[in-house]
């Protein structure tokens, strides 16, 4: 037993080497370029007024939960800011109570279900988490759709903002009618910076919350787009237009990509998917013979080394085909 714990111990510690070797030659690099270009907007973005001493709150008003109190005493914390964040990206309407007393159930029904299912002790905490995660989980995905969605509408947005231009309004007009014409979530982000910088919040960081609240390049590069043009002058509408056709050729570039990688993908999920299939065939086929990795020491050990190499195996080829464009 203990020749196998070494082994198995020994094989996770040289994946991880190698793994974050991988990461630090490919990686670091590109971070270290990104972090300049950044660097570089927000320098070139400065506006020339003293920066304001207070920082606004991007969140200017979250729904209320089940417990107003809990809710009061989270966004009093680093913690719930990030979950009143989350909730407010996700475009969920509940509080932060709601959501921490649903994943405190989740995770205490899982708990209980698994231990009463495999009639021992050691699931208690991997059930919890599980459950507890889930919750957070759902509203992160609702988040990454909705950000999909926003960055496939944005370029319509653009050009309605051109358009809104051309025809003679100011540039805050045209907002509002993106506002009011733009379907969800376009037109809620784009009401929520209008309405900003009515009630008297500066331009500059009316923007640099709609870049906060929508952290995608795109919209980062608009923000910095509007701000030079408004110190330095030149034709907004055209930048507009050259910046939607920016948008709308790296859409056409990432799709052409994903057609490339599908078959990649499509081999990660089957592999990920085949041993719990065949997992599944086989309670049926021989239960006796899978009892015993549930019942033996060794197979539950080879279990726990299954999942950890099948997921392994996952990152790494959804790494090898997700190729940023």
Do not use: C
């Amino acid at each position: 037993m203990a020749p196998l714990l070494l082994a198995l111990g020994v094989f996770i510690v040289g994946t991880a080497v190698v793994v974050g070797a991988y990461y630090a030659f490919t990686r670091l690099p590109q971070y270290l370029i990104e972090r300049r270009i950044q660097q570089r907007m927000a320098d070139v973005a400065r506006h020339i007024e003293p920066e304001q001493t207070d920082a606004y709150n991007i969140i200017k008003e979250q729904a209320a939960g089940v417990l107003p109190g809990l809710d009061k005493l989270a966004t009093d914390t680093s913690y719930g800011l990030s979950i009143a964040r989350l909730l407010d990206q996700a475009g969920s309407k509940k509080g932060v109570s709601t959501v921490l007393i649903t994943s405190l159930v989740f995770g205490i029904s899982l708990a209980f279900a698994v231990t009463a299912l495999l009639q021992k002790p050691w699931g208690l905490v991997p059930a919890f988490a599980a459950g507890a995660a889930a919750p957070f989980l759902v509203l992160m995905r609702k988040r990454t759709v909705r950000f999909r969605k926003f960055e496939e509408n944005f370029p319509e947005a653009l050009d309605l903002l051109s358009r809104a231009i051309k025809a003679g309004h100011a540039f805050q007009t045209a907002m509002g009618m993106v506002a009011d014409e733009a379907s969800d979530p376009i037109g809620p982000e784009f009401k929520k910076t209008f309405d900003e910088q009515n009630f008297g919040l500066p331009l500059k960081d009316a923007l640099n919350n709609l870049a906060v609240r929508m952290p995608l390049l795109d919209v980062r590069f608009f923000a910095t787009a509007v701000l030079i043009q408004r110190e330095t002058g030149g034709n907004l509408s055209e930048i507009l237009d050259n910046l939607s056709y920016v948008v709308r050729e790296r859409f056409k570039i990432l799709r052409q990509v994903r057609v490339y990688t599908a078959h990649g993908r499509m081999t990660g999920y089957v592999l990920l998917g085949l041993p719990a299939a065949l997992a599944v065939a086989l309670m049926f086929i021989n239960p006796e013979h899978m009892n015993l990795l549930f019942t033996e020491r060794m197979g539950r050990l080879m279990l726990m080394g299954t999942v950890v190499m099948q997921t392994i195996g996952y990152v790494w080829i959804r790494k090898i085909v997700t190729i940023e464009v």
